[in-house]
């Protein structure tokens, strides 16, 4: 009799771990600790593609007007392996920019896609590669001593696009198209823009700066948008002085 009560309470046990298991295992990839996987069936993949272009108009970059979300860039930035993000609302389109801290796994396609060198640290200095203890103001991420930026965005997750893309449309689920991106001179870029807006500027003047850097970034504009570089800030009623 209790050989028969022990078996059957092992039998109980281990119908119970089974489910406890599968849990577990479909918590993890629910998780954002981790967009490398890409297991079949990953429910961060599941569901239509909430990134990239998918209304197939080609003025879909052409945008009328752009505002700064704090509460959207803050609901990006508490995602493990960001460490900065700048989200802009248009009235077509939400844009991200984002910056890596490597604090999640499977952020990039491949390794060695990063920009940064950030060895100056360990000699006191800023550039690792004249010994320069200056960087630039005005930008901030550069090569060097800086959060982790990727050139091409098409070398970033999927699965880390689906999350944030996801993410953005669970709160502004009127939005046509999710673009986003750790490209270093388009963070530069959102980061002058969104100074604007922290200073309580209109961004009606920067639009067609504006549109130039997202339509080079993400529709293989024609105008490359230059560097951000050292000169004092730039006027609200000059766009041109962004440059």
């Known amino acids: 009799m209790l050989r028969r009560w022990t078996t059957a309470w092992l039998a109980a046990v281990l119908l119970l771990s089974v489910p406890a298991g599968c ?6 990839q629910q998780s954002d600790t981790d967009y490398g996987s890409r297991q079949p069936g990953d429910p961060k993949m599941m569901g239509a593609k909430a990134y990239g272009p998918n209304t197939g108009n080609p003025d879909q970059h052409h945008n009328g007007f ?6 959207l860039s803050r609901r990006v930035n508490a995602l493990n392996g960001i460490a900065g993000s700048i989200v802009m609302l248009t009235d077509k389109n939400a844009y991200v920019a ?3 801290d490597w604090t999640a796994v499977g952020t ?6 990063e920009e940064q060198n950030n060895t100056g640290t360990t000699d006191g200095v800023y550039n690792a590669d004249n010994g320069s203890p200056f960087g630039n103001p005005r930008r901030v991420v550069s090569p060097y001593n800086s959060y982790f930026t990727v050139e091409d965005h098409n070398n970033l997750s999927p699965e880390l696009k689906q999350t944030i893309a996801s993410r953005i449309r669970e709160y502004v689920p009127s939005v046509q198209e999710v ?3 750790a490209n270093m001179e388009l963070v530069n870029y959102f980061n002058e823009f969104a100074k ?10 920067w639009v067609q700066q504006f549109n130039t850097v997202v339509q080079f970034h993400f529709d293989g504009g024609a105008v490359r948008p230059e560097a951000i570089s050292q000169p004092a800030e730039p ?8 440059n």
Request: proline share 7%; glycine share 4%; aromatic share 10%.
């Open 179 to 181: 673009h986003i991106s």
């Open 98 to 100: 984002i910056l890596l």
């Open 196 to 205: 604007e807006a922290w200073a309580g500027r209109s961004l009606l003047p």
């Open 23 to 28: 849990n577990y295992e479909q918590l993890a």
């Open 235 to 242: 006027n609200p009623r000059r766009p041109e002085h962004l």
């Open 108 to 113: 990039t396609n491949k390794r060695g896609t």
């Open 66 to 71: 752009f505002e700064y979300s704090s509460m």
